[in-house]
């Protein structure tokens, strides 16, 4: 059952990624991303890397995704997503894609099958566990998490005032 965690993880990081990239709408793609990096966040935490983990969530999760999804609101396409894709050279540019992305794979796997996996101590316990790191987040350092949780609220609430005014404007 140990052993199936990982897996079942990595499937869902996998799913979760190729639904993002098979979307359209690339505001649904910039949300699809959120449940991946969380999946990546659970294989940390899995792993033991705990701090890791809480930095995954923080950063890609809360901070990442709101650039993301605010640089994706800014920019106005304008169908050029679906211009592209008609073009022949999508399909070449797919392919090529496709090549580096499977010569990527080649490497990984070929490096991951020919380690030798020395087994993880857990007894051991981490220099700075997730509690000491709450309680200087919630200590000396709540000013700076307050910052930041402000600034990306606003940058979200930029964005959905963008994405609304083009709406109106759109007649959508």
């Not at 897996?7 to 449940?35: D, K, M, Y």
């Not at 304008?78 to 540019?93: F, I, K, N, Q």
Request: with cysteine; glycine share 10%.
């Amino acid at each position: 059952m140990d052993a199936l965690v990982p897996i079942l993880l990595g499937l869902f990081v996998l799913a979760a990624g190729a639904t993002a990239l098979a979307l359209r709408n690339p505001v649904h793609t910039a949300l699809c991303l959120v449940p991946t990096w969380v999946g990546l966040a659970a294989i940390y935490s899995w792993a033991g890397a705990e701090f890791v983990a809480f930095a995954q969530v923080l950063v890609y999760v809360g901070a990442v995704s709101i650039v993301v999804l605010f640089a994706v609101l800014l920019t106005r396409l304008d169908g050029a997503v679906e211009r592209e894709r008609a073009s022949p050279r999508w399909r070449r540019r797919a392919l090529i894609g496709v090549l580096v992305a499977a010569g990527v794979g080649g490497v990984l796997a070929y490096s991951i099958l020919n380690t030798e996996l020395t087994p993880v101590n857990r007894a051991m316990p981490p220099e700075t566990g997730v509690r000491e790191l709450g309680e200087r987040l919630v200590g000396t350092d709540v000013v700076a998490l307050l910052a930041v949780g402000v600034l990306l609220t606003v940058a979200l609430l930029g964005g959905v005032v963008v994405a609304a005014r083009e709406g109106r404007e759109d007649g959508a």
